[in-house]
């Protein structure tokens, strides 16, 4: 008997070290942190600036518009939720709920791309741009640089949504639907992030 447990013991192994491992694939990953990084420097650079010039960036604050910013963080977590189910179903196999969560999810992130290229017209409209001040020049900065994450975010979603239309995905086929979701995940956190930084504190 206890040799037998022996030989059991090391074929449980391979399936928990399988469990905990990271979802997705390393490149994703290593395209996240990078990516993550960027924006960190976008971050403490902010800080660090709105600790020099206060009064400027107090400004910069009460001008951009946090009701419309409100709207794109609430549209971008109920998309990230909207993958996180599709992310389920594709595991089950049951390719037409995920075809219907990514449209879902797709439409949030448009609701987020139409919300914003608004607060950019109103701020640009205003006289306001990259040249205003040193807010400003980090505002565009940095909220551009997130919303070319999200229409790539937006293209990945919808090769995704392509593919559980060809009933692709199942038990053993969703490991790149993990990578993908992972980056929207990210891209989703990165805006929180955003959006308690330049919109909320002072």
């Known amino acids: 008997m206890q040799q037998l447990a022996l030989i059991d013991e090391p074929s449980q192994q391979p399936s928990e070290l399988s469990q905990s491992k990271l979802p997705g694939d390393i490149a994703m990953w290593l395209v996240i942190m990078m990516e993550l990084t960027v924006f960190a ?3 403490i650079g902010f800080a660090v ?3 020099l010039e206060p009064d400027m960036f107090l400004q910069g604050q009460h001008t951009i518009h946090i ?3 409100l709207g794109c963080t609430l549209s971008l977590l109920l998309s990230s939720y909207l993958v996180a189910l599709a992310l389920n179903e594709a595991k089950r196999g049951n390719n037409v709920k995920v075809a219907k969560l990514l449209r879902g999810s797709l439409c949030l992130a448009f609701v987020y ?7 950019y017209t109103l701020l640009i409209n205003a006289g306001f741009d990259l040249s ?4 400003f020049t980090l ?3 940095i909220t551009a640089f997130h919303f070319m994450h999200v229409i ?5 979603l ?3 949504h392509q593919q559980s239309r060809k009933q692709f995905y199942g038990p053993n086929e969703h490991q790149g639907f993990e990578a993908a979701a992972a980056y929207w995940h990210m891209v989703d956190l990165v805006w929180i992030l955003v959006f308690f930084l330049i919109y909320i504190a002072h």
């Open 132 to 135: 205003t001040n040193d807010f």
């Open 49 to 51: 600036m709105k600790r």
């Open 139 to 141: 505002y565009f900065l």
């Open 41 to 43: 420097l976008f971050f």
């Open 67 to 69: 009701t419309i910013g």
């Open 113 to 119: 791309l139409i919300a914003k290229s608004y607060e």
């Open 152 to 156: 790539l975010g937006c293209g990945i």
């Open 158 to 160: 919808f090769y995704l």
